[in-house]
């Protein structure tokens, strides 16, 4: 199997978290931000299609969101009611990766959106020709987490054991921030403590790093670190505040949100 021949863009994967972290504070509506939702993973994992499904009653959703190619959009939507489903009711399958001949390989891919042990949905996805999409199960895994999360933020849903969303609306909307912190950090930590650490081992090399290429990479170390601040600040943050932002939206003020302090 190939890999996704484009490299992957972890700013804008963030960015992407970012937004829909922004649309649940900002009070979107749930369809909507199961729309954004389904448009980022598939921009962000270059897919054919997407689709979310959070279960309702029997066969019954009680949400769906699809986005992508119009056709394979379709073709998901038959593979998710025929062959998913059939493997999640037969076999109690939870996550699944693996590439099929549709007109041609295609990678599938379909995981499990998951508050603890339950099971309230699916989100899926299809690409072009056999990538493995298993290598890209750490997003996948982020983006149904986010949209678990955006259900109950905005107390759309609630778990299948009846776990509701927090009682009062600060308490749901810090919750909201504080859990999204915690899934950007766990997206952005590993690639970005990769960066650091090559950083720090290219200005070790002292005598064979030229000063304006040692300049370079002290500000490549620099903006990883504040990146890297930004989310631990995100983590503490007790109160959240919105400020406007360009295009008529609003996202949440970092800076200006309290916080709580270190090791609380």
Do not use: C
Request: without cysteine.
């Amino acid at each position: 199997m190939t890999d996704n021949p484009n490299p992957i863009d972890y700013r804008q994967r963030y960015l992407a978290l970012s937004r829909l972290a922004t649309g649940a504070v900002r009070g979107d509506a749930v369809s909507v931000l199961l729309q954004s939702a389904v448009a980022e993973a598939v921009e962000q994992l270059g897919l054919l299609a997407g689709s979310v499904r959070v279960f309702g009653d029997g066969d019954t959703d009680l949400a769906t969101a699809a986005a992508g190619d119009t056709t394979a959009q379709e073709r998901l939507a038959e593979l998710d009611g025929t062959l998913l489903s059939q493997l999640r009711r037969s076999y109690s399958v939870r996550s699944l990766f693996m590439t099929l001949d549709i007109d041609g390989p295609a990678g599938l891919f379909s995981y499990p959106l998951k508050f603890g042990d339950s099971i309230m949905g699916a989100i899926s996805g299809i690409a072009r020709g056999e990538r493995n999409l298993a290598h890209e199960e750490q997003f996948v895994a982020t983006i149904a987490a986010m949209v678990v999360l955006l259900g109950r933020a905005t107390g759309s849903w609630s778990t299948p054991e009846g776990v509701g969303t927090p009682s009062g609306d600060d308490a749901v909307r810090t919750r909201a921030v504080l859990e999204t912190a915690a899934a950007i950090n766990h997206e952005i930590n590993n690639p970005l403590m990769a960066v650091m650490g090559n950083v720090e081992l290219l200005l070790r090399r002292g005598e064979g790093v030229d000063q304006a290429t040692r300049d370079k990479l002290t500000k490549i170390h620099e903006a990883a670190s504040r990146i890297r601040q930004v989310t631990q600040d995100m983590m503490r943050i007790s109160n959240p505040k919105s400020v406007p932002y360009p295009g008529g939206s609003s996202m949440i003020d970092i800076k200006g949100s309290e916080k709580r302090e270190e090791g609380e």
